[in-house]
């Protein structure tokens, strides 16, 4: 069983920037590949950004070029920097790891609020 803990989140003004961090448990985080979602009030869950177990990125094109994702395998932990921050970008963030269809696990979220 793997489990997920995000933190990071918190309030921070339009321009600003934060850091969230995803902490596995386990032993598959280096042959997964995680992500980040976020979901707005109101709104569906949506994909900010993967990276692959060698470390190849991918973004929504929202967050291209304000928000950079990486991994630190020996850490268990994925990072989601955020720079440029947005009162759009305000949303619950979720780490996810996916190493197959049947294992395949979410974090309970962390709240990011971009406001002035």
């Known amino acids: 069983q793997v489990q997920l803990v995000e933190s990071g989140g918190g309030l921070v003004q339009p321009g600003g920037s934060l850091r969230l961090s995803c902490a596995a448990s386990g032993s598959i985080f280096s042959l997964a590949r995680m992500g980040w979602y976020r979901q707005a009030p109101g709104k569906q869950r949506e994909l900010v950004a993967t990276?692959?177990?060698?470390?190849?990125?991918d973004y929504a094109d929202p967050v291209k070029g304000r928000f950079t994702i990486s991994r630190d395998n020996a850490k268990n932990t994925v990072y989601l920097q955020m720079n440029s921050l947005k009162p759009e970008d305000t949303a619950v963030y979720y780490c996810?790891?996916?190493?197959?269809?049947?294992?395949?696990?979410w974090g309970k979220g962390t709240l990011v609020t971009v406001s002035s």
């Open positions: 996810r790891l996916q190493f197959s269809i049947a294992l395949d696990y």
């Open positions: 990276i692959t177990r060698d470390g190849s990125a």
